[in-house]
């Protein structure tokens, strides 16, 4: 059974840095992309950071872009989203997901997802 852990959130004001983890257990294959996603209040749950199973393809939305950092620890079946500068439309409930067929920013390719982590950033 495929279980995606987040941890990490809180309330922070802006200007702070959050880092965010997803322990992944139970994936029956080796090479999957991993994706953090996140749902704001009224708005569609949007992609945030990719990166693929070999770390060859890493991709950031605009809006984060030079703020986030993503990143995987293979060993420990875990990603991680180092989140700098954080602004009050960060604010958002940060989900982890894997992909396990293609290399996508596209919500519905996901396969699995985490129960979500909720990240509140005050102005």
């Known amino acids: 059974q495929v279980q995606l852990v987040e941890s990490g959130g809180g309330l922070v004001q802006a200007g702070d840095s959050l880092r965010l983890s997803c322990a992944a257990s139970g994936l029956p294959y080796t090479t999957y992309t991993m994706a953090w996603f996140r749902h704001a209040p009224g708005k569609e749950r949007d992609f945030v950071a990719g990166i693929n199973w070999s770390g060859a393809w890493e991709y950031y939305a605009p809006s984060v872009k030079g703020r986030f950092t993503i990143s995987k620890d293979s060993a420990k079946n875990t990603l991680y989203l180092q989140m700098n500068s954080l602004k009050a439309e960060d604010t958002a409930v940060y989900y982890c997901?894997?992909?396990?067929?293609?290399?996508?920013?596209?919500?519905?390719?996901?396969?699995?997802w985490g129960q979500g982590t909720q990240v509140t950033v005050s102005s």
């Open positions: 997901a894997v992909d396990i067929q293609t290399t996508t920013t596209a919500r519905f390719a996901y396969d699995y």
